[in-house]
Structure formats: structure tokens, C-alpha cells
Nanobody
Framework: QVQLVESGGGLVQAGGSLSLSCAAS????????MGWFRQVPGKEREFVAA?????RTDIGDSGKGRMTISRDKNTMYLVMNSLKPEDTAVYYC?????????????????WGQGTQVTVSS
């Protein structure tokens, strides 16, 4: 049973920082690509960042220069700096076997339940 559990969400003022974690269990995730997505009500889930098992990273346009993705064994991290109110969303982690980073939701097999990030102005 694959499980992905996000943590670290919360309320932060604009300009502040948050670090999200995604703990993976049930598989050896060394060979998995992992990613972060976010979603606000009424909108599609949006790609944030991804990291391959070899450490190759891909950051979406919304996070470039502000967000950093990393991983350590079975845990993935997202450090978010200079947060804006438009970063408010539920953040989900995802995982899928394979090397290449990917940006679309249908390319990920496993998903966490999400963690709320709220940025106040």
C-alpha cells in the first residue's frame, strides 16, 4: 500500500516562507519521480515542481526563483519563499515510477491527501 503524507502547511503572511514535506511509504521510492501540485477551488490542479530519482528538478513558472524542491530517501520537500496570496491553495504531493520529471496530473499514479497553505496579504 503506497502512502504519501504531506505536512507543513499553514497560515503565513505575504513575503514569508513555508516548508512542506511529503513522506512516502509502502515502496522503495528511490526509483520514483515525485512532484508537487496545488489546487484552489474551481480550478484545475496546477504543477508546482518535480524531482526525479536522480535529483533532476523542474520548477513551474509560478515558483521559479521562489521555490526549491528536494528529496531525501523517502521524503520530498518544498521550500517556498516570498509567498504571495496567490500561492494560497491545497498542496498535493505525487509519485510515479520512472526517471523523468513530469508536469501533468495524469502522469502520476500516487497522490497524497493535500495540505492547506494560506497566504494572507
Amino acid at each position: 500500500q503506497v502512502q504519501l503524507v504531506e505536512s507543513g502547511g499553514g497560515l503565513v503572511q505575504a513575503g514569508g516562507s513555508l516548508s512542506l514535506s511529503c513522506a512516502a511509504s509502502g515502496r522503495t521510492f528511490s526509483w520514483y519521480t515525485m512532484g508537487w501540485f496545488r489546487q484552489v477551488p474551481g480550478k484545475e490542479r496546477e504543477f508546482v515542481a518535480a524531482i526525479s530519482w536522480s535529483g533532476r528538478t523542474d520548477i513551474g513558472d509560478s515558483g521559479k526563483g521562489r521555490m526549491t524542491i528536494s528529496r531525501d530517501k523517502n521524503t520530498m520537500y518544498l521550500v517556498m519563499n516570498s509567498l504571495k496570496p496567490e500561492d494560497t491553495a491545497v498542496y498535493y504531493c505525487a509519485a510515479d515510477p520512472g526517471e523523468l520529471t513530469r508536469r501533468t496530473t495524469f502522469e502520476y499514479q500516487y497522490w497524497g491527501q493535500g495540505t492547506q497553505v494560506t497566504v494572507s496579504s
